[in-house]
């Protein structure tokens, strides 16, 4: 494989497990030195990972990369910067942190939940984005690769198509979509990409409720049309061609990469899952 991104430094939050993870996993893979960004450097052990023994900056480094572990605890605490790192400049920094809570209805949903969904779902993403901008402004523009920094923001297909048991994350979710599109716009002239890849269901820890429920795989199938769910690489796949030489005249989308979730879900296949 060509390493495209042979002496970039990308930063990947929610790096420990799941999409994070595979993205970490493909960057490195095109050269570029990863600061793996987590809670802890541990995977999560509900994860559907083969290795999850082995942590991610461990398995680049196994593999012939560079990558380094940093703590990330508060993203929503005031911070003047990225975590501290010997790998900087930075040029890619990939948003995978997220937080998800099992289906309720929006009446049975609590203030406690929205301002969790919207600490880790929007506030975060949103700081990561604000302080990578900041850095990337001080940064000249790399002429082959077209660009000053790259950002790609993660949300989640239930931010563009109605799904009944996630309002607070739902909302969450769109609103990183508008966020990518209007940051794109105020960046743009300074040759910053800021993209955003929506997901459909995916396995992951943090989903392994879901996929420990045979009612709602049905469901989860009914409403994707491909003929499977989808794997964490085929999210760090789409994240990784935003980030790629050929991707640096695309900025201010959200690409689902969904299965074709969001092409039309049949609402009332769905509906039977919380009205009984």
Not at 161 to 171: I, K, L, M, N, Q
Not at 258 to 269: A, W
Request: include cysteine; glycine fraction near 10%; aromatic fraction near 6%.
């Amino acid at each position: 494989m060509e390493a495209k991104l042979q002496g970039k430094v990308a930063l990947v939050t929610g790096a420990s497990s799941g999409m994070g993870r595979a993205t970490s996993l493909g960057l490195a893979r095109h050269g570029a030195k990863v600061v793996c960004c987590d809670l802890q450097k541990k995977a999560n052990p509900a994860g559907f990972e083969k290795d999850l023994a082995t942590d991610t900056t461990d398995l680049i480094i196994q593999s012939g990369g560079e990558a380094i572990f940093a703590r990330w605890t508060s993203p929503t605490r005031s911070r003047s910067r990225l975590p501290s790192t010997r790998l900087c400049p930075l040029d890619i920094v990939v948003s995978c942190a997220g937080y998800w809570a099992p289906f309720r209805k929006f009446a049975e949903e609590d203030d406690e939940l929205w301002a969790k969904m919207s600490a880790v779902n929007t506030l975060g993403t949103a700081r990561v984005a604000r302080l990578a901008l900041r850095q990337f402004l001080k940064q000249d523009v790399d002429e082959v690769w077209g660009s000053r920094g790259r950002i790609v923001n993660v949300s989640s297909c239930a931010a563009v198509t109605g799904f009944p048991g996630e309002t607070a994350y739902s909302a969450t979710k769109a609103a990183v979509n508008h966020m990518t599109l209007a940051g794109a716009l105020d960046h743009a002239k300074d040759s910053i990409n800021i993209n955003c890849v929506a997901p459909g269901v995916v396995a992951t820890g943090m989903a392994r409720p879901n996929f420990e429920s045979a009612d709602t795989i049905e469901l989860m199938k009914r409403a994707t049309p491909w003929p499977r769910l989808g794997k964490v690489e085929d999210i760090a796949g789409a994240v990784v061609f935003l980030c790629l030489p050929e991707s640096q005249w695309i900025t201010g989308q959200t690409l689902a990469v969904d299965g074709g979730m969001t092409l039309g879900v049949p609402p009332r296949k769905v509906a039977r899952y919380l009205v009984g």
